[in-house]
């Protein structure tokens, strides 16, 4: 068993929609959560940051982490064409080595 | 603020030839962490780099080598080369856990 289980798509939504991408995990150590978007041919870029469980909010995208379930969550509201990437769930322990998800691939359609 | 920068961003290499990619990390930042991105296993952990010392490995087999400068820019080795190691190659910096990303250098072994 992988210890970051993430959906790898592809999730296809029109414009507008509600998008929500979800990661599980095994690894109760875990402390620190990240998002990462990556377009085609480029470096993933950080979305979203949070240490311990909660939620967080950034503009249109809304991280959530429930340490309990072993459970996060990344929402973007009013998807745009442009959120079409692959998004990673990435997470680690103290001082330890960040884990990925496999990433979810992301179509929105005008 | 400049960001990670990661040379060459493209490299064609032959079976058997060893290949060093560079890194320079976000001013301040000196925690440097490198990783094998491919289709099929995604993001894969290779090492990470603090103060010069080598703070975490991942699995990988020893002709995957890597080494960190005063300045903090990195370096990682591969030698001979095989042609399961075309992939992107990423290198992420970090201030304390949350880490940012390079474009990556795309290394493809023929």
């Known amino acids: 068993q992988k210890e970051v289980e993430q959906d790898p798509g592809p999730l296809s939504v029109p414009e507008g929609a509600i998008v929500s991408l979800n990661c599980t995990y095994s690894?109760?150590?875990?402390?620190?959560f990240m998002w990462y978007r990556q377009y085609s041919r480029k470096g993933p870029e950080l979305l979203m940051y949070?240490?311990?469980?909660g939620n967080k909010e950034d503009g249109r995208f809304t991280a959530q982490v429930d340490k309990s379930s072993k459970y996060i969550s990344l929402f973007i509201r009013d998807s745009q064409p442009s959120d079409s990437a692959t998004y990673l769930c990435?997470?680690?322990?103290?001082?330890?080595?960040?884990?990925f998800g496999t990433g979810t691939r992301l179509q929105v359609f005008p | 603020k400049a960001g990670v920068t990661q040379t060459p961003r493209y490299l064609i290499k032959t079976r058997g030839q060893q290949v060093t990619l560079s890194c320079s990390p976000i001013?301040?930042?000196?925690?440097v962490s490198w990783y094998q991105q491919t289709p099929g296993q995604g993001l894969q952990f290779l090492f990470e780099?603090?103060?010069?010392?080598?703070?975490n490995k991942g699995n990988f087999p020893g002709r995957f080598s890597g080494r960190q400068f005063s300045n903090s820019r990195s370096e990682m080795n591969v030698s001979t080369l095989e042609l399961g190691d075309s992939a992107l190659y990423l290198c992420?910096?970090?201030?304390?856990?949350?880490?940012?990303f390079g474009q990556g250098t795309r290394l493809t072994v023929v």
């Open positions: 992420a910096s970090s201030p304390i856990d949350e880490a940012f």
């Open positions: 690894n109760s150590a875990f402390q620190y």
């Open positions: 949070t240490y311990s469980s």
């Open positions: 990435a997470m680690s322990a103290i001082t330890d080595k960040l884990i």
């Open positions: 001013s301040g930042h000196r925690s």
């Open positions: 780099y603090f103060s010069e010392t080598q703070r």
